[in-house]
């Protein structure tokens, strides 16, 4: 059953979608997923989608945002944007804060950088029990096992911190005043929150109309969201080039105060956004599949390296299933061997008897190199590993 979404910002029922594809989602049956524009206010949402409790399952048994390079240590990118993130707020309050709650806090890292900060008392909340336990273990940071929409908290925090967590959220302007309610009783609190930006297509990276981000933010929309919240912006920063996909981040204040003019999103605009966008998704995937194609001819077997939405993106916009026999799907998560993602089932790759002239193919952009290189004991066996974007992943949390 598909959903067909309201529009997360004004409420409008009018939506005019601009392209949808069906997705071979993990864990999930095919779905159709689109990209909609709302003809009242000119936001951006995944439109036609899936429901809450679909995306609820695969946050809670397949999302996985650890790296199998890493050793479940931070990336370079991760502590070089939370180095200018406290700085940025602190530099935005005047101090730092002494409570954070973190909605949305994965696996605590962000938390225990605030309280070294000198924040005393941190709490997050997180759908994600691989990821809560790997908080309390690696950082002895306290979460809630809970949904941004679900959770509930009796407590006050002087500061509260949603780093790309609106982008993820069904009805976005409910957490936000959630959020705002959790501040009433002090007299100065302050929100953080970082998302994706939506901007020129030239600017968007392949993958950046994705199926864990159903809510697209403009400058314009984002400013209007939180002073909809009662949130009153008080400082902004916006990168380009630092990150795999534009962001912005905005700190705002639960004190009355007015540095912004309110804008308005253009509904024609953003449809060329989208439409520009798509043929560049698409020339961009197909052209990636071609530079390997004599590879993958040779090959004497085809395995896809990642359960993922990655996964899902490739086999949507290119011709891949129609051209080469893929053998099977792979992922070194133990948490998605057995899924189901289109016609496979992912493997442990350790249970699967490699031979030479077999092929894996790595279908992640954010974490293709750091995923070549761990997979030399692949190549090792004389098996060949292929990376289809050859993107420079340094700026990849």
């Known amino acids: ?44 949402c995944q439109s036609p989608t899936v429901t809450f409790d679909e995306m609820m399952q695969f946050y809670s048994s397949i999302a996985v945002y650890t790296n199998p390079g890493r050793q479940e240590k931070p990336s370079e990118a991760k502590i070089r944007d939370l180095d200018e993130q406290i700085q940025f707020i602190k530099r935005g309050i005047g101090n730092m804060p002494l409570s954070a709650l973190q909605i949305g806090s994965s696996d605590g890292y962000t938390l225990s950088r605030f309280r070294d900060a000198g924040v005393e008392k941190v709490l997050g909340v997180e759908p994600g029990t691989a990821s809560i336990e790997m908080a309390d273990r690696l950082y002895k940071v306290p979460c809630i096992h809970g949904s941004a929409e679900t959770f509930e908290t009796n407590d006050t925090f002087e500061l509260i911190l949603l780093t790309h967590v609106l982008e993820h959220l069904y009805e976005p302007q409910k957490v936000l005043a959630k959020c705002r309610k959790i501040q009433n009783g002090i007299p100065d609190g302050y929100i953080y929150i970082e998302v994706p930006l939506m901007t020129k297509p030239s600017s968007l990276c392949p993958g950046f109309f994705s199926f864990e981000h159903i809510n697209y933010y ?41 540095h912004y003019d309110d804008y308005q999103s253009s509904v024609d605009t953003n449809k060329k956004i989208l439409n520009s966008y798509r043929g560049k998704e698409l020339d961009y995937w197909q052209s990636c599949l071609d530079k390997i194609a004599e590879k993958l001819k040779i090959s004497s077997r085809i395995f896809i390296w990642g359960a993922g939405i990655h996964t899902s993106q490739l086999v949507a916009n290119t011709n891949l299933i129609k051209h080469y026999k893929i053998d099977g799907l792979t992922d070194t998560s133990p948490l998605k061997w057995g899924l189901k993602q289109g016609i496979w089932t992912c493997q442990d790759p350790n249970e699967i008897d490699w031979m030479q002239g077999d092929t894996v193919l790595i279908s992640s952009y954010a974490s293709e190199k750091e995923i070549y290189d761990a997979l030399q004991w692949l190549r090792d066996r004389n098996v060949e590993t292929l990376r289809l974007h050859n993107v420079n992943d340094t700026r990849a949390h």
């Open 1 to 44: 059953m598909k959903m067909i979404r309201s529009c997360y910002l004004c409420g409008s029922k009018s939506l005019e979608c601009v392209f949808s594809t069906t997705w071979a989602l993990p864990g999930l049956p095919p779905k159709e997923i689109g990209f909609s524009v709302c003809t009242d206010c000119g936001s951006v």
């Open 218 to 258: 403009t400058k314009e929309n984002l400013l209007k969201s939180l002073k909809m919240a009662d949130y009153y912006p008080i400082s902004a920063v916006e990168h380009f080039n630092s990150n795999l996909s534009p962001v912005i981040g905005i700190l705002a204040s639960t004190k009355k105060q007015n």
